[in-house]
């Protein structure tokens, strides 16, 4: 990769985005539109090859070079010293926003998933996460605002041995800023060992409705109606799981308008069936228009197998109970 025969070039068209890090902003060059990733670094991070910004690198090229149909393409990277960041307002401490380091990744400009959710979705998700896995990384950082699509001529694609109906179009995780490989053990515990915290969001993509996944990583709202919340809960008391579950949401607070009592029942009893896997999962947050995309019987196997890792597994059942 040659670097910055392109970022020196380009034109700034907009703003696409911000987080905690920095900006994205779609540019273009030579008639060519580009995603360019400016975020702060810290001097001693990009002096660190095991930082997550070199992490990000590595495995932008890597699995690009394996698995281009479901991966953003690197086309260059520069780190300046003279940084200047057109927000000042980004939520770090003073060391960081003093920084004047930065660095710029110039990837392929990808559109963004449609506000809505799918079977053939939902499956790329999880070979995503079988892909990244059997080669020993784990991706953080799965929400909607992070799934874009890449075109393809392809109407269908190969998962595994299997066909799955794509309509020219693949899904593609972009953001690759929090990444790590399994044996980084450093990083493994800046991200507190939870390699289940990887995969939360494949979880609330199992709602059919991207607002609704949205709220499922925020924290709980709160709470509208106490009585309601209270008679759901009360039913389980004769159950041998009713204190794991009061227990379990002591303390946090539901928004309860207009909701399926079931949908709270259902998921809470699978967080439960696998206690000290799902302990440090985030609380999950069930809007009053949320609808599953499969049967519950279904989300329990689904959940299940994420949650152990497996795949693999998961893929094959998905296509062994649900027709496309």
């Known amino acids: 990769m040659k670097s910055s025969q392109i970022i020196n070039k380009l034109q700034i068209n907009e703003l696409l985005g911000k987080g905690h890090c920095g900006m994205v902003y779609k540019c273009s060059y030579n008639g060519q539109t580009f995603a360019l990733k400016k975020e702060k670094r810290l001097k001693q991070y990009i002096d660190d090859k095991n930082s997550f910004m070199w992490n990000e690198i590595t495995f932008a090229q890597h699995f690009y070079n394996l698995y281009p149909n479901h991966f953003m393409k690197l086309f260059e990277y520069k780190i300046i010293n003279d940084c200047v960041m057109e927000n000042s307002n980004l939520p770090h401490k ?145 159950t041998n799981i009713y204190k794991k579950i009061n227990n379990y949401i002591s303390g946090s607070f539901y928004d309860t308008l207009k909701i399926d009592k079931r949908n709270i029942l259902e998921l809470e009893i699978c967080k439960l069936l696998y206690p000290n896997i799902f302990k440090s999962i985030t609380p999950i947050q069930l809007h009053y228009d949320c ?15 994420t949650l152990m890792h497996k795949f693999r597994k998961l893929i094959k059942f998905l296509f062994a109970n649900i027709s496309q």
Request: hydrophobic content about 35%.
């Open 94 to 238: 003073k060391e960081f926003n003093d920084s004047k380091y930065c660095s710029l990744f110039l990837y392929e400009y990808l559109p963004k998933m449609l506000d809505t959710n799918s079977h053939q979705i939902f499956v790329q998700l999880v070979y995503f996460s079988y892909i990244t896995l059997k080669h020993g990384w784990y991706y953080y950082d799965f929400k909607d605002n992070n799934l874009a699509l890449k075109k393809t001529n392809d109407k269908q694609i190969n998962v595994l041995k299997y066909k799955l109906n794509v309509d020219e179009y693949t899904l593609c995780p972009i953001d690759y800023g929090y990444v790590v490989h399994k044996e980084q053990t450093e990083l493994m515990q800046i991200m507190n060992n939870n390699r289940n915290y990887s995969y939360q969001g494949i979880i609330n993509f199992l709602y059919s409705d991207f607002s609704v996944s949205k709220k499922l990583s925020i924290q709980l709202y709160h709470l509208k109606n106490k009585n309601l919340v209270n008679n759901i809960f009360a039913s389980l008391k004769k």
């Open 291 to 305: 609808k599953l995309i499969y049967e519950r019987k279904i989300v329990k196997k689904i959940i299940k197998y």
